[in-house]
């Protein structure tokens, strides 16, 4: 990236004998939306406060804006941060807590008054201006924790699960409302989650942390159809991972075989060596299921399983061993538990996985 | 440790400072005075410096020359301080009995003349060489044992060995030991009420659990000096209990409560019942409620059940407890001080007499040096407990 | 009722009466016209408060006992308070968690070792017989439980708060001053009032260290004990046990709002 506006280089933080992020090097461009995803433990809050000044990389450097930033206190990083819990205030109001930055900034009181009611109004809690946190419900908490954020007009939001404590209906509503935030004011935002779906939503891009490391970053469709490893594969979204091994390559395209004899194409542009065995991701609504082929791979198998999802069923078929999931529309003849069918993809929509 | 941590325990450090600094002055420092009083001696040394030049190369088995005897006449005439030389006296005086007499016909036969004078022909007892042997014990040290070694009832003899005081002398074993058995009464008396009072605090909730621990925690609460004094009113001959006892016809006559050791055990039974009874409910509430369901479902009958699971798990309660109920029952003042008699009166009486009464402070401090290491000693050990308790999970 | 729900309730029940009747008991004595503290009350009166407020000797032990425990309270509640803040860290030093031991240590050692030393020392450095010395030898033994009643509610309160508070802007001493503190007070005020019980209830160091003009109330009481009892005692055991559950009650119920509030 050519003038990031955030860099993290070579940046490691251990707590003890317990190393939570290792050799990390992320740069993030000015008025992206990047989330941080990964399951509990992964690092991703860690790096997080780190970018916030709670937390001190062990070595390695954080940029922003062109200054170097890792040894300069929270309070003088003007960026806003939305906790997990939210952290109002719960001595003072909400129009007190709203009007906190800006009276840590030192702004007359005829403007800190004008602002906040200004930035309750943008967020619709206008009147609750008065009230304290403890009597808000969990989203209007939410939203006066974004305004307290965002009033003091920082070039750079970090959110830590903000939307975690929501329930589906709300957090679905919030997740709009951030995105059209981001694309109505120039705003960085680092926005850190364990839910994928809300990451896929939301992000211009997604890294991938396990373990302290980023598995995979790029954007929220590059990573769901062409995840690099398997652990990317699982985490995004459902897949089905199967293993064979290369019987040739010609052009882009390899031929596996898998146990049982069956063979499939995949295309694909990693180096692989023939002989060798590789592990293939296929998207469960990318199967087509018939009783004949419909497209150039197929692989015979047998019904074990069959589900009611509403608008959608949930096949499970095994077919050499290998259990595969599939999702099809209800528009499908309805099968039975033991039939036969012919499974069918393209050789695009598999994607050949590192362990 | 990174700059970062580095700097948060300065902040940290610079925090507990001025608590810090007060405490070492105005709490450490007048213990290790204290601690200092008890071996300390320098009344004559600094009021006889001549004579413990003179004396130091005296065997002390010989009769004492002419030399230390010309040294002490100078040394006499040469105090103007009358508080030295009472200090001087008193502590010649408790080394050997009649040497208060003795002094002050001396001094006042030596301010009358100023040239060599004969101290046997003064007074004859100058003539025993114990006297002089006290002189020079007292003279030439200014750190003693002797405090020490008096309060657990010892002494030097004349030939510096050890032995025992006579018996007219020694009173502090036999009061440490009244000490030990009356905390150690007070103790089971209140594991014997509290641990029961305590269960039934944990097996019951509700209003009724707040009556419980209500009933505990305002005595806690009320001043030790008004609950003391609630006592004293009440175990009087003329008091509430005996008028009601008598009233009932229960007893004829007043049952003595007072001024005596029942009185002592009933009143600080009172007061400490809350250390032994919190520290249990507290162990107690931390057991799952499901234990003993779970011992009944694997057969235990109840009372086995009680005995293998639910009593070895309170044990650490009743122990904490009872360490911290000892501990303060070693230490008490106020309530034996007003509701005992004269043969109930714990160590601390004892020390606050040598103090302000007597004004022996190498007394007091010797044995408040014993009951500060008793009192370390088992705080050392309840820390232990009570630290190991939050290792296991 | 089986014989185990028999026998808890009677066990209970009289040891919640050993407990509280000794207090009880204390109380109608206060209103006693008589000069012995006997029951049957003979005849009502108010005359002990009367003497109790009027007094010479009772009225200056009064004042005394004010003064003191004012000056305890306010000297120990802020080096408390201070001293918690430094040690409010879940995981301590080797050297904090020394240092937190010795704030703890006046609650343990007894007190007429404490006082024997106080007065040696004391008197070294003139401190006997004057409010500064008394003040200092209450805060002494009433600062651990400021340092407990603070430390524990500070534990409580969520770092994110002042992570928070430092994200928009405070710098650290505006964190302590807007956020922190202001969450802690529930705890510096009881601090403070346990500071002030123990001022008010501290006898065998006022025996020490205190001269015959610095007498508190705590001191004259067990003076009377000793020399004279008179009904006096029980009007001043009156104030104190209505005094404590006084404030037992207000604390708990603006524990309550305060709670509610937040």
């Keep these: ?69 890792d040894s300069l206190p929270p309070h003088r990083r003007n960026m806003g941060v939305v906790f997990q819990n939210y ?22 009181r005829a403007e800190v008054t004008e602002r906040v009611g200004r930035a309750l109004d943008m967020v619709q809690l206008g009147s609750l201006a008065e009230r304290r946190p403890s009597q808000l419900s969990g989203g209007q908490q939410q939203r006066v924790a974004l305004a307290r954020a965002l009033i003091f007009e920082p070039e750079v939001v970090l959110m830590d699960e903000p939307l975690g404590a929501l329930d589906k209906q709300l957090r679905e509503q919030m997740q709009l409302d951030i995105r059209d935030l981001h694309r109505r ?22 890294a991938i942390f396990n373990r302290g490391k980023i598995e995979q970053i790029g954007k929220p469709s590059e990573i769901y159809d062409h995840p690099s490893t398997q652990f990317v594969a699982e985490f995004i979204g459902e897949t089905n991972l199967i293993h064979g091994s290369v019987q040739s390559i010609e052009g882009g395209t390899a031929r596996v075989q898998l146990p049982g004899g069956q063979e499939v194409f995949v295309e694909t542009t990693t180096n692989l060596c023939p002989n060798g065995s590789v592990c293939l991701s296929i998207r469960p609504e990318r199967i087509k299921v018939g009783r004949r082929e419909v497209a150039s791979n197929k692989i015979t198998a047998a019904i074990s399983d069959v589900v009611y999802h509403g608008d959608h069923l949930r096949l499970v078929a095994r077919s050499d061993g290998q259990a595969l999931v599939i999702k099809t529309d209800r528009s499908q003849p309805t099968l039975s538990i033991g039939e036969e069918v ?5 050789p695009s929509d598999c994607w050949v996985v590192r362990p | 440790m990174s700059p970062i941590g580095l700097r948060k325990q300065l902040i940290s450090l610079v925090l507990v400072g001025p608590l810090l600094l007060f405490l070492i002055f105005f709490f450490a420092f007048p213990l290790v005075t204290m601690m200092k009083s008890a071996v300390s001696d320098p009344v004559a040394a600094r009021a006889l410096p001549a004579t413990a030049r003179a004396v130091a190369s005296w065997d002390r088995v010989s009769p004492p020359t002419d030399a230390i005897m010309a040294a002490f006449v100078t040394d006499i005439r040469q105090i103007n301080d009358d508080q030295l030389f009472g200090d001087l006296v008193r502590r010649l005086n408790s080394a050997k009995s009649g040497f208060r007499t003795l002094m002050t016909k001396t001094r006042t036969t030596l301010s009358e003349g100023t040239g060599s004078i004969d101290l046997i022909a003064v007074d004859k007892r100058w003539g025993d060489p114990s006297y002089w042997q006290a002189v020079s014990v007292a003279a030439s040290s200014t750190i003693t044992d002797r405090n020490l070694l008096a309060a657990v009832d010892l002494q030097r003899d004349t030939s510096n060995a050890i032995t025992a005081l006579p018996a007219d002398a020694s009173a502090n074993r036999a009061i440490m030991l009244r000490t030990f058995v009356m905390a150690l009464t007070v103790t089971v008396a209140c594991v014997l009420i509290g641990l029961p009072f305590a269960m039934i605090a944990a097996s019951v909730d509700g209003w009724k659990r707040q009556l419980l621990l209500g009933a505990v925690l305002l005595p806690l609460w009320t001043s030790l000096l008004v609950r003391t004094a609630a006592w004293f009113i009440l175990l009087q001959d003329t008091g509430l209990i005996n008028s009601v006892l008598m009233q009932l016809g229960v007893t004829s006559g007043p049952v003595p409560l007072i001024f005596n050791r029942a009185g002592v055990i009933i009143a600080m039974t009172h007061v400490l019942l809350p250390f032994m009874v919190l520290p249990i409910f507290s162990v107690l509430i931390g057991i799952p409620k499901n234990l003993m369901p779970a011992a009944a479902s694997l057969g235990a009958h109840p009372v086995r059940a009680f005995l293998n699971v639910l009593l070895p798990l309170t044990l650490r309660g009743v122990v904490s407890g009872s360490l911290l109920v000892f501990m303060s029952a070693l230490g008490y003042y106020i309530t034996p001080a007003l509701i005992g008699g004269a043969k109930d009166q714990m160590i601390s009486s ?10 022996n402070w190498g007394m007091a401090g010797a044995l408040g040096l014993v009951l500060l290491a008793a009192t370390m000693i088992l705080y050392a050990i309840y820390l232990r407990l009570s630290s190991e308790r939050e290792v296991r999970p | 009722m089986n014989v185990l729900r028999f026998s808890k309730l009677v066990f209970g029940s009289a040891t919640v009466f050993f407990l ?18 006997n029951y049957p009350i003979p005849g009502y009166s108010t005359r002990w408060f009367e003497e109790l407020f009027t007094a010479s000797v009772w009225q200056r ?140 209830d501290e006898v065998v160091l006022t025996l020490f260290v205190a001269g015959p003009n610095q007498r508190t109330l705590a001191r004259q009481m067990f003076s009377t004990i000793r020399e004279n009892i008179s009904p006096a005692i029980a009007a001043a055991a009156f104030v104190f046990i209505v005094g404590t559950v006084l404030i037992a009650v207000v604390l708990n119920l603006s524990r309550r709002t305060m709670a509610a509030k937040i």
Aim: glycine share 10%; hydrophobic share 55%; charged share 10%.
């Design chain 3, 20 to 37: 509280i009747a000794p207090l009880i008991a204390i109380l109608p004595l206060a209103f006693t016209d008589s000069v012995f503290l």
């Design chain 1, 342 to 346: 012919q499974l069918s993809f393209l």
């Design chain 1, 87 to 108: 952290a109002l205030f719960p001595h003072m109001t909400v129009s007190e807590n709203v009007a906190f930055p800006l009276k840590m900034r030192g702004l007359p």
């Design chain 3, 61 to 200: 032990s009064i004042v005394n006992s004010l003064i003191i425990g004012c000056g305890t309270t306010l000297l120990a509640t802020v080096l408390g308070t201070v001293g918690a803040l430094g040690l409010r860290d879940r995981q301590l030093s080797l050297v904090l968690t020394t240092v937190k031991t010795i704030f703890l240590l006046p609650m343990v050692v007894p007190a007429v070792v404490l006082g024997v030393g106080m007065q040696l020392m004391f008197a070294r450095y003139g401190l006997t017989n004057t409010y500064l010395g008394v003040i200092i030898a209450h805060t002494v033994v009433a600062v651990p439980f400021v340092v407990v009643n603070v430390l524990a509610v500070l534990q409580g309160i969520d770092r994110r708060l002042e992570q928070a508070a430092a994200s928009l802007g405070a710098a650290p001493v505006t964190v302590l001053k807007q956020v922190t503190l202001p969450l802690a007070l529930p705890g510096i005020v009881s601090g403070a009032v346990f500071a002030f019980a123990t001022s008010l």
């Design chain 1, 185 to 206: 004011i120039e705003l960085t935002i680092v926005f850190v989650t364990h839910d994928q779906s809300e990451a896929l939503t939301m992000s211009d891009r997604i």
């Design chain 2, 350 to 359: 004892v020390i606050a007499y040598y103090a302000t009464g007597a004004a």
């Design chain 1, 1 to 69: 990236m050519s003038n990031p506006f955030i860099r993290l280089e070579e940046v490691s933080k251990s707590f003890g004998l317990l190393t939570v992020v290792e050799g990390l090097n992320l740069e993030i461009g000015k008025g992206e939306f990047i989330s941080l995803l990964g399951p509990s433990g992964s690092g991703k809050t860690t790096i997080l406060m780190m970018l916030a000044g709670f937390e001190h990389p062990t070595s390695g450097a954080i940029w922003a804006g062109g200054k170097r930033i």
